[in-house]
């Protein structure tokens, strides 16, 4: 059993060589192959600063490093999962167009991230989650809800659009009709309806959230991490694929996946066959 977070006292090493740096606005903790990523500025409503971005980062990149993490949790404090980008960081971008244009290519790049990890992602979404928080949920694997929670994209009320990605996923998830009334509407989505939406898998009572998230997490962090990365990987391919082309695609995947030495696939294979637990890398 492996119990380590990072953050507020300073850096943790999580495997030779890999050091994770101070976590100001979150922290980091590792526990039983679950890693967790928690915002911890409640009184900003965990508002997305310079600072947080960065620790965002680096407590991603620590997480995929460690290799006794197999799924990662990302959640929030208070009352918000988090409520986006931070007032300061908004103030510099409407006085600078070129600061607009880094920040976007960051904050897609980082969904791009959490889409793209070899482990599956799962959202705790404890309270309010709009605009840059919307989009990070959107970019992760799973999402559970208390609730009370609600999310939104929110930048219609601004007169503001998405740059982190929400108009490219949303329609995916839920229709283009639907995704067009919440963008343009900017409306707070009930966790029930956000379930009925398909945003969220499910919304559990707020003193269940913890519960249920771990639940999920221990069911995962007992699969191989090669095996879930792989599935990721597959379904990232299969999107939008005529069915002819996808079937080819998902041949050539699962061929590359079990052929020796590389895959778990073997591993589970044989322990199945020997009435085992399966002994995962």
Request: net charge negative; hydrophobic share 45%.
């Amino acid at each position: 059993m492996k119990h380590q977070i990072y953050g507020g006292d300073g850096a943790g090493t999580v495997r030779e060589g890999t050091t994770v740096p101070t976590l100001e606005t979150m922290t980091l903790e590792v526990t039983d192959r679950v890693a967790r990523i928690t915002f911890t500025r409640p009184d900003s409503m965990n508002s997305l600063t310079a600072q947080a971005l960065d620790d965002l980062e680096a407590a991603i990149d620590a997480a995929e490093a460690d290799r006794d993490a197999r799924v990662l949790v990302i959640g929030g404090t208070g009352r918000a999962f988090t409520a986006g980008l931070d007032l300061a960081v908004l103030d510099r971008a409407f006085a600078d167009p070129a600061v607009w244009e880094r920040l976007g290519k960051r904050i897609a790049a980082l969904t791009l991230r959490l889409e793209r990890l070899p482990m599956p992602v799962i959202a705790a979404v404890n309270g309010l989650a709009r605009a840059g928080g919307f989009e990070i949920l959107l970019a992760c694997d799973l999402v559970v809800m208390a609730e009370s929670a609600r999310v939104a994209d929110a930048h219609a009320a601004f007169g503001l659009v998405p740059v982190g990605g929400s108009t490219a996923r949303l329609p995916r998830i839920i229709g283009r009709q639907r995704a067009k009334e919440i963008f343009l509407t900017g409306r707070w989505i009930p966790a029930a309806e956000a379930v009925d939406l398909g945003i969220a898998l499910k919304a559990v009572p707020d003193d269940r959230l913890a519960a249920a998230v771990d639940e999920l997490a221990k069911d995962l962090s007992g699969k191989s991490r090669a095996g879930m990365a792989a599935m990721k990987r597959q379904l990232a391919a299969m999107e939008g694929l005529p069915m002819a082309e996808a079937l080819d695609r998902e041949l050539e995947g699962f061929v590359s996946y079990v052929t020796p030495p590389d895959s778990e696939a073997q591993e589970g294979f044989r322990a199945h066959r020997e009435n085992r637990p399966p002994s995962w890398a």
